[in-house]
Nanobody
């Protein structure tokens, strides 16, 4: 089992940037594909990006359009999400998630086994 803790959220103006981090404890981090999702009140959790266990393959939601970058450092047990050119519609709670022992590149929240508590990102216009 792995515990996930996100950090790096905050308030930023439109066009600004943030870097989210998700630190994993316990378990072998490199055994988990990692993903980022986001959620706003009253809406379902939405796929943002995923990265393979080795970090070699990434997949993004269409709305990202080159603005966000997912990366990981297996030596530091951490996955990152760099958010650039932020828009007010990017405002949400961002969650990281871990998928055990596979690189399915799934966009479905149900494919992921472990979740962090989330970090709030607020983009002002």
């Amino acid at each position: 089992q792995v515990q996930l803790v996100e950090s790096g959220g905050g308030l930023v103006q439109a066009g600004g940037s943030l870097r989210l981090s998700c630190a994993a404890s316990s378990g072998t981090f490199s055994n988990y594909a990692m993903g980022w999702f986001r959620q706003t009140p009253g809406k379902e959790r939405e796929f943002v990006a995923t990265i393979s266990r080795s970090g070699g393959i990434m997949r993004y939601a269409n709305f990202v359009k080159g603005r966000f970058t997912i990366s990981r450092d297996n030596a530091k047990n951490t996955v990152y999400l760099q958010l650039n050119s932020l828009k007010p519609e990017d405002t949400a709670v961002y969650y990281c998630a871990a998928e055990r022992n596979t690189d399915s590149y799934s966009v479905r929240p149900s494919s992921f086994d472990y979740w962090g508590q989330g970090t709030q990102v607020t983009v002002s216009s």
